[in-house]
């Protein structure tokens, strides 16, 4: 396919800048900051992005990294590239947030250099806390997308993918109660939590064999015990739920909390089950004919 005049203006003024948007990527990956910390990664985008005359908006939705860089022009349509910023716990960047930021604000400036007035508004959104905290859940729920007509962003991967499903998720917090004792003395008076959570997880490996094709339940336990000669009178466990669609997630979420009660009451402990239902993913559909849009585009770069 060959690019339109238009186009290749795009393309030109991408490869013109592309130096400086590594050099951001770099910066964010030398950088890591986990969920709603990404303050360096936060002012190095809107740095990059006020630098090249968009307005930054900062604090947005009440959360102190995330932010609007906008620029305006004759009415039309309504644009956003989404920079999604914070790394995961002790392994850094490697989801690739600092290729997200940096490919989202690339895009943005390239493409307004390229059409020199843009026909209506262009927008970068930076979305914190995409590592499980949530942060496009409360930027939704704010109003930061209404009006929009589209929002893109590119996620690395091992291969190309241009319809890409994501599951649903639901975060549970499982605590667990029973009553310490000496172990070797007097076990008899213990009521052990780590039983329980143990159980627990016995219970859902039990369940994954009637468990549907797609659907997925993966757990850490984050409070084992004190001592390994004290009964443990109190654990906690961390599991994520996930379906193909909203009712296969919630689905997946009581099984998980049956799985719990059944744990706790084998042991003879309680537990307290909170599920993280502020910050639910629902199941992602891709558009198609955006898709279709960005296939041709890679054909057309080659």
């Known amino acids: ?25 770099r910066a964010i990956f030398d950088n890591p900051e986990l969920g709603y910390q990404e303050r360096f990664a936060s002012k190095s985008l809107t740095t ?93 729920n704010a109003g930061v997308f209404d009006g929009l007509d589209a929002a893109l962003m590119v996620h690395p991967d091992r291969r190309t993918e241009i319809y890409k499903r994501s599951l649903g998720v639901v975060e549970l917090e499982l605590e667990f109660r029973g009553r310490a004792a000496h172990a070797s003395a007097y076990p008899e008076d213990g009521v052990n939590a780590l039983d329980a959570v143990i159980q627990t997880f016995n219970a859902v490996s039990a369940m994954r064999q009637q468990m549907r094709e797609k659907t997925r339940v993966h757990g850490i336990i984050t409070h084992g015990g004190k001592a390994a000669n004290i009964i443990p009178d109190y654990t906690r466990a961390v599991f994520m739920a996930r379906g193909t669609t909203l009712a296969e997630t919630m689905e997946m979420v009581e099984k998980v909390k049956r799985c719990a009660r059944a744990g706790a009451a084998a042991a003879g402990a309680t537990v307290k ?28 770069i080659g």
């Not at 186009?7 to 590594?22: G, N």
């Open 48 to 140: 990059f992005l006020s630098g090249r005359d968009f307005s930054v908006l900062r604090g947005v939705a009440g959360m102190d990294t995330a932010f609007i860089a906008e620029k305006k022009g004759d009415k039309g349509g309504r644009l956003a590239f989404l920079a999604e910023m914070d790394a995961l716990p002790q392994i850094g960047h490697a989801c690739g947030h600092h290729l997200i930021a940096a490919s989202s604000a690339g895009a943005a400036v390239a493409l307004a250099e390229a059409m020199g007035k843009i026909p209506g508004v262009l927008q970068v959104i930076g979305t914190p806390a995409e590592e499980g905290g949530g942060g496009k859940i409360f930027l939704a």
């Open 273 to 300: 089950i909170k599920s993280r239902l502020d910050v639910m993913y629902a199941p992602y559909i891709p558009n198609r004919t955006l898709g279709e849009a960005f296939w041709r585009a890679l054909e057309t």
């Open 1 to 25: 396919m060959s690019p339109t005049a238009l186009e290749k203006k795009i393309i030109a003024t991408a490869d013109r800048i592309l130096p400086e948007v590594w050099k951001l990527a």
